[in-house]
Every structure is written in structure tokens, then in C-alpha cells.
């Protein structure tokens, strides 16, 4: 068995790109997700290290010394930071010639030729769900007889193996949470939403909705939910729960966690049982009388990916969501106390400054606790990318660098003839100072602090970053 190490590299300062992250980026306050496309493999490998660099405070000097007695390594990759990551890996490759490094994530999948010859130290990339392709290649088997893998054979020349076959027994896959104490430290992650310290799992993979933006489904994942058994996630929670006795909540990462409800209901139940808080993400369409049932059970917060208020545009990205429903929703989990992160994405086909002004004023509507405004980002293999590509949206040489800026935060890549980046990514500021800088919503926050004095030092810490973030944003020179 080789000696591995699931490298996430060091980025940008402050950057959460890690393999848990869907939209990799700075984010507007510190905010970490856990490496958990890594984890998930590395706990199948005997002998592994993870890595997690960025949360960690890792640099360049501090990894490099950790592959000489490696035989492997595989490192985590994203667009936008494909190109640090390559320089990473022929450091490695300088430090330890003999290494064998592998890529992996949602850019190598759906760009396993380019990918490759982009270095000579790239010996191979690992497409679809890589958990066993890597297993496969730690035990030392011929690279020509696993399935998954795009490599270079001993003439230079690329070659593609065969897809790997889905994987349908999620029960397949062990715990992660033992990799995550092996190997992190669960207070480095941040989510601003999210009580800290948390933990993350996945208790399925796949997702039912098409949504044009989203990167792993389309990339990775698939359409197809694919669920552990209430068993299994049960058996995991309570082992977290034993391994992180400081643990404040546990979130599960599913796409859509209540894709299918009846588990969902099942889940819950059990968690109840066993007294965790918790959080998921879920579609803004979750009948009232589960969210009863999972709100009954310890549910605190639902991440939801509202995204626009504008109905056309939800069309347009085949959200697969009425406004009208997202609205009832809302109130649906207001009036029963639980909390809502709403996301939102400017900049989607169809955007107007008027579509614009129309998602602004429903999210003050439905005005979910917080809110996370993102800019949309095609991401190479989704088919907003492709939609990008054919109709001109995309400068002609972008190969998704421009998603982000020299400091890691996001950019505007689309552009329209009737809306601008600039002023796509200028919205993203007054969205934020619209939403937060409001009568109502200060008095909420401050209710809030008084209800939880313990958040308060936390809330002033998050709240200057912000201030701060706003502050760089309006420094940004402009660019049509």
C-alpha cells in the first residue's frame, strides 16, 4: 500500500476552496468548509494523511517537506485555482521525484486532457467519484487497469480508461468523522451561519434538480440522489457526537438533504433520539408538516438556495421552483423557529438591473436570518458554462481564471449587452447594504445578541470582516 497524502494546497489567504466547498472563493467573512471529498477517500487508504492547508494556516513551506517519505499524493483542484495548484505539485515532484501525484475534483473531471498536459508533474487525474479509483492506485495497481483515471502512458501520449461505474451502495463508504480527528481540528472551520465548532457529513450524493450553475452534480455527483442508510447516518452522528464532545452542531451536506422526505423524516427522528442540533441544506418547496417533524427533532437552520426572485430567471436556470412556493415556505419556517441561510445569485441569464432590484426586494420579503449573495460562476462542465460559451457571455479566452480575483474573491465572468460585469458585481455590495442596513433587520441581530450573549464576541469579529470586505469591494477598479 502506498504511502498517501490528500493534499487540499494552500490558496489564495482566507480562500475556501477546499473539496467541500461548491463555489470556491474568499468569502465575506472567514468561512471554511470541510475537505470532505478527501476525507472520504483517505479513510478508505490505510496509512493516509489529509491535509487541509488553507483552514490550517499551511503554506508552501510547511507541505512540502510532508511528501518525502510519501509515495502519493493526491491533490484537491478547482478552476480557479488550477493554476497554483500545478505550481504546487512540481514542488512537490522537485522535493520527491519518485512521487506520484494524482488530481483530483470537479476541473480534472470534466478537463482530464488539458489538465494533464498543463505539467509534467500531473502523472495522472481521477474523473466521476474518485473514493475507490483511489483506494485502487494506493494499492499499487497498473494505472492502465483502473477505471476513472486519465493518465500518460510511457510514450507521453494521454490516455482515457474507462468510466468508473457509479457508486450505489453508499453504505460502501466509511465514516469520515474518524479522519476528521485523526487529521483536523474542527474549531479551524468557520461557517457564519453555522454554531462553532460544527461538523459536516454527507449522507448522499446526487442531486434531483438541474439547476444550469451547480458544479458537483454535473460534474461529479450526477442527478441521481443517492442515499446511506438511516442506519448508517445515525450510527455516524452518534459516533461525532462521541469523538467531538465540543461539537455545537452537525450539519449535513447534501445537495438537497430533503430531496426525499420520508428519510429525511426518518433521519430526523433519530437524531432527535439522540439530542444533536442540526442543519441541512434544502429546496425552498419543503412541505410544512416535515418541516415540522425535522424542526421537532433538533433541526435548527436550512440553507436554502433561493437564488432569484425573479420567476423567469428561475425558469431560465431550470430551478424547478415557483416564487409563489419559495414565499409560503418562508413562512412555513418562520412560523414554526426555524432558521433560514438564504443564497442568492446574481448575474444569471436573464438578469436585468430591474430582475435585479425585483430579488432585493424578495429577500427583504421573505428575509431569511441571513443571507449569502454570490455572483453566478460558470464553471467549466456545467451547462451555464456551455450556454456562456455560445452566446458570448464569456470573454473569448476565459477558461474559468476570471471567476475569481488576484486575492481570491469572486468576480463577475458573465456579461450581458444590457447588463455589465461591473455593474452585475456592484449589485453585490448594495444587495448586502439593502438587506442588512435596515431598521428591522439591525433590531433582529441585536435581539439576537441579547437572547445569546456567547455569540456577541463572535458576531463583532464577523461583522468587522464584513465592514472591512465591503470596504476592499469599493476599491476594486472598474472593468466593463
Known sequence: MMRTLFLNPPSFEG???GAGARYQARREIRSYWYPTWLAQPAAIVPGSLLVDAPPAGKTLADVVPLVRDRDLVILYTSSPTFAGDVKVAEALKAENPSLLIGFAGPKVAVEPEPSLLASQAIDFVAREEFDFTIAEVADGRPLASIDGISYRDGGGRVVHNPDRQILEDMDRLPFVTPVYKRDLRIED????????PYVSLYTGRGCRSRCTFCLWPQTVGGHRYRTRSVGSVLEEAALAKELFPQMKELFFDDDTFTDDRQRAEEVARGLGRLGLTWSCNAKA???RETLKVMRDNGLRLLLV????GNQQILINIKKGLRVERAKRFAADCRDLGITVHGTFILGLPGETKETIQETIAFAR??????????????????ALYQQAKENGWLPEDD?????????GTQ????????????EILESVD??????????????EMAAELVRQPAMTGRRLREGGEFVRFLGRRAGLPSAQ
Open 285 to 287: 418547496n419543503v412541505p
Open 15 to 17: 480562500f475556501d476552496g
Open 365 to 382: 420579503e421573505v428575509n431569511p436570518h441571513t443571507i449569502q449573495v454570490s455572483v453566478a460562476a460558470p464553471y467549466p462542465g456545467t
Open 189 to 196: 472551520y468557520y461557517i457564519g451561519y453555522l454554531m462553532h
Open 430 to 443: 448594495a444587495f448586502y447594504k439593502r438587506f442588512y442596513f435596515r431598521a428591522g433587520k439591525l433590531a
Open 399 to 407: 477558461e474559468g481564471a476570471t471567476l475569481v480575483s488576484e486575492s
Open 411 to 422: 468576480l463577475a465572468a458573465l456579461s450581458y449587452p444590457e447588463l455589465g460585469r461591473t
Open 305 to 308: 438556495g433561493y437564488e432569484s
